[in-house]
């Protein structure tokens, strides 16, 4: 079985990870009342709602 020769370094492995965790488009989804575009599962900041509950106050 290969073994690395040297440990990763801690910056090295950000790097790689931050590759794997971009955000991809079918993550956006529009927000039916405001139109605002956000992350699917995510609250909005702008409105302060999720799931159509208030969760948040707004911000103004």
Do not use: C, I, W
């Not at 910056?11 to 993550?27: P, V, Y």
């Not at 989804?29 to 302060?48: M, W, Y």
Request: hydrophobic share 25%; charged share 35%; net charge positive.
């Amino acid at each position: 079985m290969a073994v690395p020769k040297r440990k990763q370094s801690p910056s090295r492995t950000g790097m790689r990870r931050s590759q794997n965790m971009k955000f991809s488009s079918k993550n956006v989804v529009e927000d039916k009342k405001s139109g605002e575009f956000r992350l699917s599962h995510h609250l909005d900041l702008k409105t302060g709602m999720y799931k159509g509950r208030q969760v948040l106050d707004p911000k103004e």
